[in-house]
DNA sequence: AATCGCTATGGTAACGTTCCCAAAATATCA
DNA sequence: TGATATTTTGGGAACGTTACCATAGCGATT
């Protein structure tokens, strides 16, 4: 059986702590409890509780071993409510269960841990409505800020946010207001594309995404690249897809159709399109890459067990979660440095591109003086 | 310009309001700037925001327009500070980038959204200190729940954890007091097994993964399995792995040196060693599934992009999630039923399974009685 | 010995809600 | 019309912290 000691205090220090101490039997003890348990007042607690040097030795391991007796924890709620600060982020991604944002999250995740920070996630799956309503929530949960791969066109909702906010991903260009992470699209289509040139393929065929931002970059670059070395863009044939396996296939059937033997090489803007033409490169009875050559964009890990591996131009997926996180514990903190940053994309090499044996660069300059 | 009306309070309201307003161009709109606007009290406010029966509907109307006009949102903090509960929810898994759990998460993301709850994502990395850090994170936050996956084997750590709680996935079996959720490993080795044996293949070899409970499990299922079917289950070729791609690869290549020819089945206890095997296979210069078939076991989304592609025993991801996500909203709501759940797997059937054409069943009674 | 500074402590008011109780306003009935 | 239900409102007191101010100690300085 425990009995409490009776106390001295006459004032309204008595009726808290009796109110505590009759609850205390199966309530999560405060700091109110551990003031009473060490003899202290709760400003003393907190002040042992934050490292704070106004206190005395003594004093501070007598809070802390009360502390270890209770299994005090401290209330983050009420910490947060009054100092204004949660600790806790956000990220709204489209997808968590695609394997890109996943990557994108663990980088970020790390990233908080190391500043004790914790993550709330949010899968807007493209829909801006969805966006939105992920946006209030983090708002309303008090987060110091966000990460955000924004989907809505409009700036309103992200105007509003109020809060640090962080953009990752392609579409962050629409907002140069605000600070972003990305990998550098341009620096990854010409590293792809100086690679296939370096193997002979001057002209590969174009597997592009639908008709987006992401999209028009993708071509812009092709474009000045082609310019610099003398081959005419318009040359160049192309086919569309959505981002996926099937419309790859799709997309690498009809491309077969048009181009015939003369399609030795493939560049894809992302790793499932690429797959897909993988699979319809198969199905039309030819080989990779001893047939077409194929290089993927993303740096998905599926890629990697394809038959022959994919090789691909790699987003620095993990590290724009990181960078972005890091960027936002910055803005929070107060080093209110807008910046924009663009992480490189890198070759992964594995087996889909071969050597192209056959004529060599159909120079814009050859077919301008033949 | 905007004027404020002057109002008629002379107690302590007045200090209230213009300390509120006073301050009100900066800071985000609380339940009191609502009062003043609407000309209610706080606790009216509060009864229009909770959608209260105890409330006139032209006092709601007012309070609601003040609430538009003045964009004011909840205090999430304060409300859960109050009512104790704070609509957010704890999800420990070992790492979201690996496409098992970023389902698995996916999985119970949506189930929290469609009850109105956010989720906090931690990964523990397969590390006990981890786990034990994000568990106390989650508890600091006073998060209304969790669901995890634990890597730790005490059980102080979630024995301690003093909210409810899900498990999930395989390990939960060492925790049988407490709720969980997890695949049926037993009917989906059983659904494998059998699907080989329709296919002429009644004795696979095994690619098992490292010593621990989910090994023991599998094998298990097969040996009884086995049994059942008159088959010598020692008889078995078996080699060892750690659930990676290389590791996969390596134990197939062991395999394939000792069984050689006979080797014409391997059943991998995941997908990841299986595309290793896959890699494998090739490397030896022969063909799957034509030499030898290959199935796996997980679901991973690579497995559909492999040459074959990858016929697989899947374990229902995003359902564990999901099913996950339902346990603990029950057990937050005080239906406290105390559940275990075992979600079926499902046979992905792609490319790698060939009809065995060899011989028929090696019977364990041929063999006794021949 | 009185004064000054400094450190260590206690008390109290926030933070923005919700919850409970009391009181006011209104409706209902005899 | 007066008394009694019933609905609608207001006023605090929590929730568990932190921030600020005041003050009690106490050695050092004059």
Redesign the pocket.
Same mark, same amino acid.
């Given at each position: 059986m425990v009995t409490f000691p009776k106390y001295q205090?006459e004032?309204?220090?008595v009726?808290?702590s009796a109110?505590?101490m009759s609850?205390s039997r199966n309530?999560?003890?405060?700091?109110?409890?551990?003031?009473e348990a060490a003899? +202290?007042?709760? !400003?003393? +607690?907190?002040?042992?509780?934050?490292d !704070?040097?106004?206190?005395?030795?003594?004093?501070?391991e007598r809070v802390l071993s009360a502390v270890r007796a209770l299994g005090?924890?401290?209330?983050h709620?009420?910490?947060s409510?009054? !100092?204004?600060r949660t600790g806790m982020l956000g990220l709204v991604i489209p997808d968590i269960a695609n394997p890109f944002w996943a990557e994108v999250a663990r980088g970020a995740q790390d990233e908080a841990a190391r500043s004790g920070a914790s993550l709330l996630v949010f899968s807007s799956d493209w829909d801006p409505a969805r966006e939105a309503s992920h946006l209030r929530a983090l708002r309303q949960a008090r987060v110091d800020g966000a990460i955000v791969n924004p989907v809505a066109d409009n700036v309103d909702g992200l105007g509003r946010f109020g809060l640090p906010v962080v953009l990752i991903g392609s579409s962050a260009e629409r907002f140069p207001e605000l600070s972003s992470v990305g990998s550098d699209i341009a620096q990854g289509v010409a590293l792809g594309l100086n690679h296939l040139a370096m193997l002979g393929h001057h002209r590969p065929a174009l597997l592009l995404g639908s008709p987006r931002l992401a999209r028009v970059r993708f071509l812009r670059v092709v474009h000045d690249h082609c310019i610099a070395h003398d081959v005419d863009p318009s040359t160049l044939l192309m086919e569309e897809g959505e981002y996926t396996v099937e419309s790859g296939r799709a997309a690498m059937l009809r491309l077969l159709e048009r181009g015939g033997d003369a399609v030795r090489c493939v560049f894809a803007a992302n790793d499932l399109m690429a797959l897909g033409a993988l699979l319809a490169v198969r199905e039309a009875g030819l080989k990779c890459p001893d047939d077409v050559s194929i290089l993927g964009f993303d740096g998905i890990p599926a890629g990697a067990f394809s038959d022959p591996g994919l090789t691909t131009v790699a987003k620095p997926a993990r590290g724009i979660g990181a960078e972005g996180m890091k960027l936002l514990v910055e803005a929070i903190e107060g080093d209110v440095e807008h910046r924009r940053v663009l992480l490189p994309c890198a070759l992964e090499v594995r087996g889909s591109l071969a050597e192209d044996a056959g004529a060599g660069p159909a120079r814009l300059a050859a077919v301008g003086r033949g």
């Open positions: 205090w004032d309204a220090g009726q808290a109110v505590s609850k309530r999560q003890p405060t700091i109110i409890d551990i003031a003899g +202290v007042s709760k !400003s003393t +607690v907190a002040r042992a509780l934050s !704070s040097p106004h206190i005395g030795e003594k004093t501070r005090y924890e401290r209330n709620l009420a910490q409510l009054r !100092s204004g």
